[in-house]
Nanobody, 114 residues
Framework: QVQLVESGGGLVQPGGSLRLSCAAS????????MRWYRQAPGKERELVAAITGTGGTTNYSESVKGRFTISRDNTKNTVYLQMNNLKPEDTAVYYC???????WGQGTQVTVSS
């Protein structure tokens, strides 16, 4: 079955960087667009970034554009989210999502604090 496992979260100071990874299994990875969402306490889950199956097209929310980069390695069945210049408002649980299969990972916590 479809399985998505996120990793790479943690505590980082403002201005710092983190790279999240999402390892996928159970489906043809290159056949699905992938997305990263996040959910902060007391807020709705929001779309952060998306990438097509080939990796040729990416999209970002306005709040992260220019700071975050989504990418994928279809040989490793993994999608990444490089997060630079992190801000306290980026604090949230980050989720990986396989669009074609409507499947979610378990999430990884990112905390930006001094």
């Amino acid at each position: 079955q479809v399985q998505l496992v996120e990793s790479g979260g943690g505590l980082v100071q403002p201005g710092g960087s983190l790279r999240l990874s999402c390892a996928a299994s159970g489906f043809t990875f290159s056949g699905s667009g992938m997305r990263w969402y996040r959910q902060a306490p007391g807020k709705e889950r929001e779309l952060v970034a998306a990438i097509t199956g080939t990796g040729g097209t990416t999209n970002y929310s306005e709040s992260v554009k220019g700071r975050f980069t989504i990418s994928r390695d279809n040989t490793k069945n993994t999608v990444y989210l490089q997060m630079n210049n992190l801000k306290p408002e980026d604090t949230a649980v980050y989720y990986c999502y396989a669009a074609r299969f409507d499947s979610w990972g378990q999430g990884t916590q990112v905390t930006v604090s001094s």
